[in-house]
């Protein structure tokens, strides 16, 4: 089992930026991937980005370009790079370990433990 804590979220401007970051314990932190995945008020849980345990990353589409995932295996913590945020990032952010060390699918079900989430507003 792996224990997830989130911090990082707030409220920002259109445009603006925001880091998330996400520390593990429990599990070899090196040896799974993570993921981060986000949940709008009315609308079901989808993936924003991931990272395999060696760095390689896939993101949502409308994600691309504008966020960036990374990770420091020394630290033990996962973070997402927000920049030019729009209001329909507005979401609370969660981020999960994976269940095997790549991001094999988009899919909540191929990550086996959550943190608590972080709510980001972004406003217009």
């Known amino acids: 089992q792996v224990q997830l804590v989130e911090s990082g979220g707030g409220l920002v401007q259109a445009g603006g930026s925001l880091r998330l970051s996400c520390a593990a314990s429990?599990?070899?932190?090196?040896?799974?991937?993570m993921g981060w995945f986000r949940q709008a008020p009315g609308k079901e849980r989808e993936f924003v980005a991931g990272?395999?345990?060696?760095?390689?990353?896939t993101y949502a589409d409308s994600v691309k370009g504008r966020f960036t995932i990374s990770r420091d295996n020394a630290k033990n913590t996962v973070y997402l790079e927000m920049n030019s945020l729009k209001p329909e990032d507005t979401a609370v952010y969660y981020c999960?370990?994976?269940?095997?060390?790549?991001?094999?699918?988009?899919?909540?079900?191929?990550?086996?433990?959550w943190g608590q989430g972080t709510q980001v507003t972004v406003s217009s």
């Open positions: 999960a370990a994976g269940l095997s060390a790549y991001v094999r699918r988009k899919d909540q079900n191929d990550f086996g433990s």
């Open positions: 429990g599990r070899t932190f090196s040896s799974y991937a």
């Open positions: 990272i395999s345990w060696s760095g390689g990353t």
